[in-house]
């Protein structure tokens, strides 16, 4: 393997390292302040919040071109893959519908991706304004 390689796995591995770091403190505070542990509000404060800043940080670097490939690797493969939790969210709602929770189930997937569309579109949108 040669450095280049080598330095880019460094880069996704550390900035995963953080994302995970920011997604168990924010997804923490957020549940413990919806006092709610039948919902996972944490998971989901988490996917629509790396949602909306993908959205903001890819619209940057398509409109300006200011990630250079290590910047990218490290902010969205390694920081931001890291933070998000789609696979927690499948997780909490294959749990949801094994406890019976149709409803909630269904509120939970449909509210994560909706609002999570919408977030990436927002967060483009703003970053369009800004970086104009």
Known sequence: MDNTALN????????????????????????SAMQNVQFPYGTMAVNLTGCFVIGLLSQLADARGVFTTESRLFVFTGM????????????ESINLLRDGQALSTFVNVSAQVAFGLLAVWLGRIVAALIWR
């Open 8 to 31: 880019r796995m460094l880069l996704v591995g550390f900035g995963g390292c953080i994302g995970a770091i920011l997604r168990y403190l924010f997804s923490g505070y957020v549940q």
């Open 80 to 91: 931001l893959g890291g933070y998000t939790t789609f696979s927690t969210f499948a997780n």
